[in-house]
């Protein structure tokens, strides 16, 4: 079972790549505001910048979780849990912050254009020896569904905007939201199985490999 | 009946139109020439010139008596970070 454990927390690996990629498309975002000052960028820069604060607490507390279960007695497993639930719930408030400042941006952008404590179902102890619902109490499934319906806007926001510009790096942007979007629906059906765990992170984490090769690819361009 | 759709433009993107225009002379013009490339009328193009001169993006100099503006070496690096901002912003649908 420590096995299992431990490929659990290999993927939550994957998570810190996606932190690492959402502070450089942050930062890309944010450099984006200071040469045209525009409102639109500064949301997008502190969303991903918030998103990647959020992902690297989540990914802390697995790593932490992780290596502190094989060795506390079993009387003290309650406040673990305690723990767990309490980084879940800022880590999915900081998501959903950070979709919601996405959302904010295409609003203000649509706008513009016309112009011109969440409560966890499962066991409220870890068994130390099974370490089985210890990653299912990362992910709150109320907090999930927000999250889908943001990412569910944004994403036909920027498939819209492909449609309309045609150009690659819009194309990243849509698969980018949209495998976002398809890794929370993989966490929703935790509910049912662990296993949809694996799908969810490698789905966030293609996304965020679409927004890097984007970013790559508008960092090439010529004048 | 037609509507027309008047696009607002940023101050940006005002440089970068002079700037571009600018660099699709040579690098060097006078300012009758800039006019229908950046898309304004001479005041206002005269008070952006002087804004880019003092950001050190454009350099003004006299030949036989009459105004050139001469793209500098920052001038032309802001328009290609420019480029890529732009192309940033656009495959997140933001307008510049």
Known sequence: MQKSLD???????????????SFIVGYYALKAYRTTATRGLLLLYLGFIVLGIGTLLRFTTAAYVGLI???????????LAGLIRLAASIYMITQLV?????TITYILQAINTSRTSPTVAQAATIPAATAGPFVQLFFIPQLELIAITLLGFITIYTFTNWLIKKETAAALVTLGFGLMLLSHFFFLLMINSEAFLFLGQISQLAGFLCLLTMLAKVSKTNA | MRREHKEYRSKTRIYCDILNSLLKHGGKSGPTRLLSGANLSYDRLMKHLNQLIELGLVQEEKENSEAIYKLTD???????EFTKVEKFAEAFGINI
Do not use: C, D, W
């Open chain 1, 98 to 102: 950070a979709y919601g400042l996405f």
């Open chain 1, 7 to 21: 490929i659990r927390i290999l993927i939550f690996l994957l998570e810190l790549v996606s932190s690492i990629i």
């Open chain 1, 69 to 79: 279960v094989r060795t506390i007695p079993p009387t003290t497993e309650h406040q």
């Open chain 2, 74 to 80: 920052k001038g032309r690096n802001f328009i290609l």
